[in-house]
């Protein structure tokens, strides 16, 4: 048939019809510059072709979190070969520091205990307190570097995890040794065994203050999603051992399987909830360095409440790993979106794929999730990951840049200024050097063909001459 790189297609619908509507006639005559630009590329088309590599099919998971393990521990079970690199002593990640798991109301410790003997007792090689130096090279062959050891693997997982955001200087956190977060709340009830004590004290009152770093524009305007269940779930755990809980929040997101039954159960319990206004935020005031009351507005009644409270917790938001991400980032160039989360492929067609092929994400690297949806999220990227390693090899699209030999000077300007780490000076004879592109490294951005001093760069598909002459057409006039 027709070799498909001879196809021109032009999209009067989306780009003339729908978004010109109003003015049909206007709408014609650019649907006919479109169709004359179109007709003059097709004129100077060339036919291309997909060329395949070999797969090499051994994985990389990155992170030994719970989105981690359960992606190594899938595709183990299918007989691949799987790495697993933590950067802590043991794996586990968060689930170490958690009291129960909601919804199932598991014993967190226990579930954690449970995936790393199934890792033990498995084929995947762990390895903890390592870190990674570099990991060249592309998809189906990136050579791993790491502080102990290198190997060769065919694709990436990455499940590095989040942060949780610091509340710094709000609701007088780090003014009053009182207010606390959410996750000092879990570690203080995680050694918790009997009577409730927080840093020593029995309290009898506690009031939680929700999206403390979440839904704020100036901070981050996104909902971080298990911040209100966490509260819910810790809030039922207080009020069992007698001490009055009091919430407070602009309103609550009861995300996730049972969470709304969690929250009626909160409530049958004497949990007050207490909505409040992003205009109006709460206000905790306190005498020296403990805070005594949290003052809001109360909507219902629209009069001023002083809540009295023992401690305050801040519900705290998710954020990325700053440190962990931005390394990532620099070493596989997986895009990073506004929010500072790896950034999807598509967020409905490929939510645990990257632009980076063969890389691909688990759990919150991409963004913020409770422990159900990381463990699922673990198990879609080792599906993902298994239907594209199960074939020996893998196509590279041709609409990449190459480089005319003959034209080069080695000026070294297209290496410097490529993302993807795809151009290269190699010998071509000797002592004399050119230009080298990685098809398999390159995305066809163009950039360095736009750059190149000599012309000695074209981008296939998207030529010189191709792009002149729809210019051309599209000052031509009428057809």
């Keep these: 048939g027709l070799n498909p790189y001879l ?31 179109g007709i003059a590329k097709a004129r100077n088309l060339q036919p291309l072709h997909k060329k395949t590599i070999p797969i090499n099919q051994s994985v990389l998971v990155i992170g030994g979190g719970v989105a981690g393990m359960r992606a190594a521990l899938d595709l183990e079970a299918q007989g691949f070969k799987v790495y697993l690199i933590e950067k802590e002593g043991r794996l586990g990640g968060v689930l170490n520091n958690l009291t129960r798991v909601y919804p199932a109301d598991l014993q967190a410790v226990e579930l954690a205990r449970t995936m790393v003997e199934k890792i033990k007792g498995s084929r ?56 606390i977060t959410n996750q000092e709340l879990e570690n203080i009830l995680h050694d918790t065994k009997g009577k409730i004590q927080i840093k020593g004290e029995s309290p009898d009152t506690v009031a939680f203050v929700q999206c403390a770093g979440s839904r704020d524009p100036e901070k981050n305007a996104a909902c971080s999603r298990f911040c209100c269940p966490t509260t819910i779930k810790q809030a039922i755990r207080l009020r069992e051992s007698g001490i009055n809980v009091t919430v407070l929040h602009r309103d609550m997101r009861t995300v996730g399987a049972k969470a709304e039954e969690h929250y009626r159960r909160a409530r049958a319990l004497g949990v007050k909830f207490i909505r409040y206004t992003p205009e109006r935020l709460p206000l905790v005031s306190g005498n020296g ?16 409440l002083e809540i009295p409270a023992d401690y305050v917790v801040l519900a705290a938001g998710m954020v990325p790993n700053k440190a962990s991400t931005d390394k990532i980032h620099e070493i596989l160039k997986v895009p990073l979106g506004a929010d500072g989360f790896f950034m999807e492929r598509h967020a409905k067609l490929g939510p645990v794929e990257t632009t980076t092929e063969g890389v691909f994400l688990a759990g919150c690297v991409s963004g913020p999730k409770d422990i159900a949806d990381s463990i699922a999220q673990g198990s879609a990227a080792a599906a993902k990951v298994a239907s594209f390693i199960a074939r020996d090899t893998v196509s590279l699209e041709p609409t990449t840049c190459v480089v005319e030999p003959a034209l080069c000077r080695a000026c070294g300007r297209c290496v410097e200024i490529c ?61």
């Design 419 to 479: 993302e993807y780490h795809a151009p290269s000076l190699v010998e071509s004879i000797p002592g004399l050097m050119v230009a080298e592109i990685n098809q398999a490294l390159c995305k066809g951005c163009g950039t360095c063909a736009s750059w190149c001093p000599t012309g000695a760069i074209s981008a296939q598909h998207f030529t010189d001459g191709q792009i002149n002459s729809m210019l051309e057409a599209l000052f031509a006039g009428e057809v």
């Design 289 to 304: 360095n403990r805070a005594e009351n949290v003052e809001l507005l109360e909507l219902a009644l629209n009069r001023q």
């Design 124 to 179: 995947v090689e762990v390895m903890a307190s390592t870190e990674i130096n570099s990991i060249p090279g592309f998809v189906g062959n990136f050579d791993v570097s790491t502080t102990s050891g290198n190997f060769r693997v065919g694709t990436i997982i990455v499940a590095t995890g989040a942060d949780l955001y610091k509340p710094d200087g709000e609701f007088g956190y780090g003014r009053f040794e009182n207010v």
């Design 7 to 37: 196809f021109e297609m032009i999209n009067v619908r989306d780009q003339c019809s729908w978004v010109h509507s109003d003015v049909p006639e206007i709408a014609t005559q650019k649907a006919k510059d479109l169709i004359r630009m």
